[in-house]
């Protein structure tokens, strides 16, 4: 009775063997780390603009994208890349030092968010309407850290009519840092200072009609910018990944474009 | 290790480098470089031809940028760490003259009539416009943070000064001071170079490896030079530092971690060849003549010397610590 014994051991060989080569040859899972409630830029039902592009990027490397869900929280890409849990993060300011960043594949600006009846056209930092109307700036994680358009308000003495709304606001309500946008439309403030990605999506939605300008000048006391590129991070170890995301970025940037375009992000050239 | 440690680690390396070159090259250039080196304290002067030290320039903490007055008979160096200028003889290598240059100066520029100092105070967001003649701090211009390339125009009418951390090239009217324009550039904007008589500004971003090239008479920009399209087999291909040959035919640029310098022609803006460098090749110059190129490599604590008649590359001189940048002045 040897010889089926060794068949059998040959057969177990051989299927070990396949599963080993399946699971080698089988495409390595995309690990991307996104926020599940922070629309127009992702959320767990994959409806934005990053989750879009996250999609697009593992299409054209034929890996499966698989999603590691963490609130954009202060701090978010360190924790993130703590663990070296993700492969990629879709949408971070360009050059940022923890993570090796792609080339830029939009820069926008903050922008002036109005009511389009309030006649509040031609706003810039420095325009004394600024110092009688309700303002809104966001501002960042729990210790209240300061956005650009925060900045450039308080150093101007503008302070005691400012409304600052959290980044990332209140995580029970859907899409939380919209917040900001929704008290222009309600008329709880007259004018937001917003990352123009959130409030271009949110203006193309309202069912008020909303006023976007962009916030000048740009460069404000020449340290606060209010433009910024956003790149596709990757870990500082593997400039292999690095490499073919920035392929895919040029090969597809005509599409890219278009998938900005549909969400409303304001682009600067 | 203590940077001592490894000057003394590195000295027999040198010494067999510096045999090698003199067995090689055997006679004298017609110029000495110097060389900034960050973690030694000291700026090296070798001979172009042959590579050989002929001297130790003991300067103030970190030696990083270098410049010369147009006659090329005064060397300066910026001691970042020790917040000054130091004006050295570059023929009898005497230590002349120290400018109080604000804070942390790291590159600068000298004016084409050699009398105004242009440094940027990287940790101060500020470029400042020193007098030579009365050593005196006349006026600073406040920019983004984290200054770094410094370029004057030809006819000294115009600065522009890049913004490191804000990505941005300032455009600054020299004689007033006044901020003309702030322009958003590529990430981690590192050198200024003038060309074609002041027509075109070339600035390089490190970390994008591209040179924006700007119309300097409406700053536009009107191209951008792309290192990693022209090179698609390197990981990190980046632009530091810029040069031009003084018949404005054959421009260089270091690559930083690529490891190389490129070459680039000014006209179709392609690059033509490429020399492989040391690691971490930030700074270069060219000799007098532009027969040679020299290219100082952090990483590897080199300087390579390129021969640009024969475009090959003529010896490795190892020099320890970190070898900021390069200048070259005629004997």
Redesign the interface.
């Known amino acids: 009775m040897k010889r089926p014994t060794a068949a059998l051991l040959l057969a177990a060989i051989v299927a070990a063997l396949a599963l080993g080569l399946w699971a080698w040859l089988r495409p390595r899972p995309l690990v991307v780390c996104a926020d599940p409630n922070n629309l127009p830029f992702s959320n767990r039902a994959g409806e934005g603009f990053e989750n879009r592009l996250a999609a697009l990027l593992g299409a054209e490397l034929h890996r499966p994208v698989r999603y590691v869900w963490w609130a954009q929280r202060r701090g978010f890409v360190r924790s993130t890349i703590g663990g070296g849990s993700c492969d990629l993060w879709p949408g971070v300011s360009t050059g940022l030092d923890r993570l090796a960043t792609s080339r830029p594949y939009y820069r926008s600006t903050y922008m002036f968010v109005t009511r389009g009846d309030a006649g509040l056209s031609g706003l810039t930092l420095d325009d004394p309407r600024l110092r009688r109307l309700r303002l809104g700036v966001q501002m960042i994680g729990n210790n209240g850290g300061n956005t650009p358009p925060a900045h450039a308000l308080s150093r101007r003495g503008i302070i005691a009519n400012v409304r600052g709304f959290m980044l990332y606001g209140d995580y029970r309500t859907p899409n939380p840092p919209t917040a900001i946008l929704r008290a222009v439309a309600d008329r709880d403030i007259d004018v937001g200072l917003v990352w123009g990605p959130l409030a271009g999506w949110y203006a193309q939605h309202s069912p008020v009609k909303l006023r976007l300008e962009p916030v000048t000048p740009w460069l404000d006391g020449m340290q606060w910018p209010m433009i910024y590129e956003i790149s596709v991070g990757v870990g500082k170890d593997d400039p292999k990944l690095l490499k073919a995301i920035n392929a895919v970025l040029a090969r597809r940037r005509a599409d890219i474009a278009r998938l900005l375009q549909d969400y409303g992000v304001p682009q600067v050239g | 290790m203590t940077s001592a440690a490894r000057w003394v680690r590195s000295l027999p390396a040198a010494i067999a480098a510096l045999l090698l070159a003199s067995c090689q090259a055997g006679g004298r250039g017609n110029d000495r470089v110097f060389v900034s080196n960050e973690q030694a304290n000291v700026v090296h002067v070798l001979d172009g031809l042959s590579g050989r030290i002929e001297a130790t320039l003991k300067t103030g903490a970190r030696p990083r940028g270098l410049a010369l007055s147009p006659d090329g008979r005064t060397l300066y160096v910026a001691a970042s760490n020790a917040n000054r200028i130091e004006a050295w003889d570059a023929r009898s290598l005497r230590h002349v003259r120290d400018f109080a240059s604000g804070s942390d100066p790291e590159r600068f520029a000298l004016s084409p009539d050699g009398r105004t100092i242009v440094a940027a105070n990287e940790d101060h967001?500020a470029v400042s416009f020193i007098d030579v003649a009365s050593g005196r701090l006349v006026r600073e211009v406040?920019?983004?943070?984290q200054p770094e390339g410094i370029g004057i125009s030809p006819d000294g009418k115009l600065v522009i000064a890049t913004?490191e951390a804000?990505?941005?090239a300032?455009f600054i009217d020299a004689e007033t001071g006044r901020?003309l324009d702030?322009i958003?550039v590529g990430?981690?904007p590192r050198e200024v170079l003038f060309l074609k008589g002041g027509r075109e500004a070339w600035v390089s971003s490190e970390?994008?490896g591209t040179i924006s090239v700007f119309d300097a008479g409406n700053r536009r920009i009107i191209r951008a030079i792309d290192l990693?399209a022209a090179f698609?087999e390197l990981?990190?291909p980046q632009a530091v530092e810029m040069e031009i040959t003084r018949d404005g035919r054959r421009a260089f640029v270091a690559m930083g971690r690529g490891n190389q310098v490129a070459e680039i022609d000014p006209v179709s803006y392609r690059v033509v060849r490429a020399f492989a460098t040391g690691e971490r090749t930030w700074g270069i110059s060219l000799s007098p003549d532009d027969h040679r190129l020299y290219a100082a490599s952090g990483l590897s604590g080199t300087v390579t010397i390129v021969d640009l008649v024969d475009n090959r590359v003529a010896l490795t001189v190892t020099l320890g610590g970190k070898p900021w940048t390069t200048e070259a002045a005629p004997r």
Do not use: N
């Open positions: 967001s406040r920019v983004g943070p913004s804000a990505s941005t300032h901020m702030s958003l990430s981690r970390q994008r990693a698609p990981d990190t």
